[in-house]
C-alpha cells in the first residue's frame, strides 16, 4: 500500500511566478490536509479537503493561495505569484475518515521563491 | 490558540544512554500524537495516545499520556543512533475540528555513536 506521494520533492520559482504542489493520498483515504513548516517553525495546518470540497481552510491566507481536492485525481495546492516568505517545506497528509485522527504525512514539497 | 512547548529544543546524547522529551500545554488535548521527521522526509507516524495517564510501548520507547491531558513525554532506553531525528508531539481537540494538528516545534535528538 503506497504512502501518500507528494510531488515535486523540490520546487523553486522566481517571485511572481506560481507554483503547483501535488498530493495523492493514501489509497482508501479521502480526507486531505495540508500543512507549511516554515524555517525554525512547527508544522501548521492550512486546509482540510474531502473530495471536491474545502471543509476548513481557516489556516491558509486569504490571498495567492487555493486549494482543490477533485473528484479525480490528486489535491492541488496552488499558490499565484509567490514571495520570498512563500519559501518553506509543504506537507500533505490523509486519513481514512474523521472519526480517526490518525494522519498519514507525505514527503513535503520544498519550495524555494527566488 | 492552544501551543505545545517541547523541550528540551536539542539534545544531543551518546549511544546506549537514557533520555526523556516533553511535550507540555496549558490546554487539554482529546489526543497527542508523537512523530519523528528525518531531514528532508515527512513526518512519520509512533504513536496516538487518547486517555489521560495511558502508557504505550513501542520497543525501546515509552509514551506516557498526562492525567490531565495537557502534557505528554517519550522516554527512550538505551538510545542508538537510529533514533536521530526531530520528535514533534501533536495534539487534536475534541469537537468539531478534531482533524486538526497543532505541533510543537519539536525536540532535535543526535545519538552519537
Known amino acids: 500500500n503506497a504512502g501518500v506521494m507528494q510531488n515535486p520533492r523540490h520546487l523553486v520559482r522566481r517571485r511572481g511566478q506560481e507554483a503547483r504542489l501535488r498530493c495523492s493520498p493514501m489509497?482508501?483515504?479521502?480526507?486531505v490536509y495540508w500543512y507549511r513548516q516554515l524555517p525554525e517553525e512547527g508544522l501548521k495546518f492550512m486546509v482540510y479537503?474531502?473530495?471536491?470540497?474545502?471543509?476548513?481552510e481557516s489556516g491558509m491566507p486569504k490571498e495567492r493561495f487555493s486549494a482543490e481536492f477533485p473528484k479525480e485525481g490528486p489535491s492541488i495546492l496552488r499558490i499565484q505569484q509567490v514571495v520570498r516568505g512563500d519559501s518553506a517545506a509543504y506537507f500533505c497528509?490523509?486519513?481514512?475518515?474523521?472519526?480517526?485522527?490518525?494522519?498519514?504525512f507525505g514527503q513535503g514539497t520544498r519550495l524555494t521563491v527566488v | 490558540t492552544q501551543l505545545l512547548e517541547q523541550s528540551p529544543q536539542f539534545l544531543s546524547i551518546q549511544e546506549g544512554e537514557n533520555l526523556t522529551v516533553y511535550c507540555n500545554s496549558s490546554?487539554?488535548?482529546?489526543?497527542l500524537q508523537w512523530y519523528r521527521q528525518e531531514p528532508g522526509e515527512g513526518p512519520v507516524l509512533l504513536v496516538t495516545?487518547?486517555?489521560?495517564?495511558e502508557v504505550k510501548k513501542l520497543k525501546r520507547l515509552t509514551f506516557q499520556f498526562g492525567d490531565a491531558r495537557k502534557d505528554s513525554s517519550l522516554h527512550i532506553t538505551a538510545a542508538q543512533t537510529g533514533d536521530t531525528g526531530l520528535y514533534l508531539c501533536?495534539?487534536?481537540?475534541?469537537?468539531?475540528?478534531?482533524?486538526?494538528?497543532?505541533f510543537g516545534k519539536g525536540t532535535l535528538l543526535t545519538v552519537n555513536p
Open positions: 497528509a490523509s486519513s481514512p475518515n474523521t472519526g480517526n485522527t490518525e494522519a498519514f
Open positions: 489509497k482508501g483515504h479521502s480526507h
Open positions: 479537503l474531502q473530495k471536491e470540497n474545502i471543509i476548513d
Open positions: 490546554s487539554v488535548f482529546s489526543s
Open positions: 495516545v487518547v486517555t489521560g495517564g
Open positions: 501533536a495534539g487534536t481537540n475534541s469537537g468539531g475540528s478534531n482533524y486538526k494538528l497543532t
